[in-house]
């Protein structure tokens, strides 16, 4: 019985161990692509902030927009307020307008 007893303890501090151990890489794996990407942010920033940086950022914003409609809107003095504007509401007023126009 006690050798029985034995066993089954040592079964259970070698698959215990075996866990433990497996989560020590897993966590080391998990640290070392942390730093990784740490590393990459930090390389990306070093060549943005050089002199091609600008340019490159401007090609990305300009890509993004790209094919994107763009309305601009009054926003003087006494013109609309866009902070308590409904844009959903406004957008399909204008949409409606622009279709009831004569070409």
């Known amino acids: 019985m006690i050798a ?12 215990a161990d ?14 070392a692509e942390g730093i990784a ?4 942010i930090q390389e990306m920033n070093t060549a943005l902030s050089g ?4 340019a490159i950022v401007k090609l990305k914003i300009a890509e993004a927009l790209q094919d994107k409609h763009i309305m601009l809107m009054p926003t003087s003095e006494g013109g609309m307020n866009l902070k ?7 957008i399909d007023t204008m949409g409606i307008k622009s279709l009831s ?3």
């Open 4 to 15: 029985d007893a034995d066993g089954q303890y040592l079964k259970a501090k070698i698959e």
């Open 18 to 31: 075996v866990y433990f151990e497996q989560q020590q890489l897993l966590a080391q794996a998990i640290k």
């Open 37 to 40: 990407d740490a590393k990459g």
């Open 51 to 54: 002199s091609g940086g600008k």
């Open 84 to 90: 308590t504007t409904n844009m959903n509401q406004l």
């Open 101 to 103: 126009k004569k070409p």
